[in-house]
């Protein structure tokens, strides 16, 4: 158990609809990322929040969207859903006593199946 | 954009005996991380490796980090079937703490 925790850890929808993918990190971890896993794409860093602010993007769609709230846990919100985003969701933290180390921790992850 | 190979994607080996998996990258870093991830399941950290020369090893694994060759290694001595499961590295840039991954190796130990 990485301590970072995610919900829900299934969900189905359909297409053209939105979800919201929850994630709270490690206690004290001021960075939260968000990894997309498919098939296809493999792993994909999607964005990184640092103390609330956002810090870096990666390939993540226009249709998708985070935010780290005050408690430090962080959204993910998916909107006008397509087939082809149904992946696995990984969110991980890291220490931030050591920013150069950048061990990242990782949750058990939200699978989103859509249909 | 970073990118990052690995080698071989699958890997199936007998027990007892050794084998080294592949993992370069394309542009400058000296940060570069192993994770072992079972059907599933998330990912589990098995090395930090922070600069060149680095070399760390956890009972059966050994991983080194040549920064010079852009290169790492994840070596397997005398496997045993616990350790099947999906090998992944990932590089964080020196302009940023993001991970690239590497596309992953599935190792399976036959007995």
Same mark, same amino acid.
Request: include cysteine; aromatic fraction near 12%; charge should be neutral.
């Given at each position: 158990?990485?301590?970072?925790?995610?919900?829900?850890?299934?969900?189905?929808?359909?297409?053209?609809?939105?979800?919201?993918?929850?994630?709270?990190?490690?206690?004290?971890?001021?960075? =939260?990322?968000?990894?997309?896993?498919?098939?296809?794409?493999?792993?994909?860093?999607?964005?990184?929040? %640092?103390?609330?602010?956002?810090?870096? $993007?990666?390939?993540?769609?226009?249709?998708?969207?985070?935010?780290?709230?005050?408690?430090?846990?962080?959204?993910?919100?998916?909107?006008?859903?397509?087939?082809?985003?149904?992946?696995?969701?990984?969110?991980?933290?890291?220490?931030?006593?050591?920013?150069?180390?950048?061990?990242?921790?990782?949750?058990?992850?939200?699978?989103?199946?859509?249909? | 954009?970073?990118? =990052?190979?690995?080698?071989?994607?699958?890997?199936?080996?007998?027990?007892?005996?050794?084998?080294?998996?592949?993992?370069?990258?394309?542009?400058?870093?000296?940060?570069?991380?192993? %994770?072992?991830?079972?059907?599933?399941?998330?990912?589990?950290?098995?090395?930090?490796?922070?600069?060149?020369?680095?070399?760390?090893?956890?009972?059966?694994?050994?991983?080194?980090?040549?920064? $010079?060759?852009?290169?790492?290694?994840?070596?397997?001595?005398?496997?045993?079937?616990?350790?099947?499961?999906?090998?992944?590295?990932?590089?964080?840039?020196?302009?940023?703490?993001?991970?690239?991954?590497?596309?992953?190796?599935?190792?399976? =130990?036959?007995?």
């Amino acid at each position: 158990d990485s301590g970072v925790t995610q919900t829900p850890k299934h969900l189905i929808t359909a297409t053209g609809q939105r979800v919201t993918l929850r994630c709270s990190p490690r206690s004290g971890d001021l960075s =939260v990322y968000w990894y997309q896993q498919s098939l296809d794409q493999g792993l994909q860093f999607l964005i990184q929040y %640092y103390n609330g602010e956002e810090r870096a $993007k990666g390939n993540i769609l226009e249709r998708f969207s985070a935010q780290q709230f005050p408690d430090l846990h962080s959204e993910l919100n998916l909107s006008s859903l397509e087939l082809g985003d149904s992946a696995l969701y990984f969110c991980a933290s890291s220490p931030s006593r050591d920013p150069r180390t950048n061990e990242q921790f990782f949750g058990p992850g939200t699978r989103l199946t859509v249909l | 954009e970073l990118k =990052v190979e690995q080698n071989p994607l699958f890997l199936s080996m007998q027990e007892g005996k050794n084998y080294t998996i592949y993992c370069n990258y394309s542009t400058t870093s000296d940060r570069l991380y192993w %994770y072992r991830q079972d059907p599933g399941k998330s990912l589990e950290s098995l090395f930090v490796l922070l600069s060149n020369g680095a070399v760390k090893q956890e009972g059966r694994l050994m991983a080194s980090l040549d920064t $010079k060759a852009r290169l790492s290694t994840l070596h397997i001595t005398a496997a045993v079937h616990d350790l099947s499961a999906t090998y992944f590295c990932a590089v964080a840039p020196n302009t940023g703490n993001q991970f690239y991954f590497g596309t992953g190796t599935s190792l399976t =130990v036959i007995p």
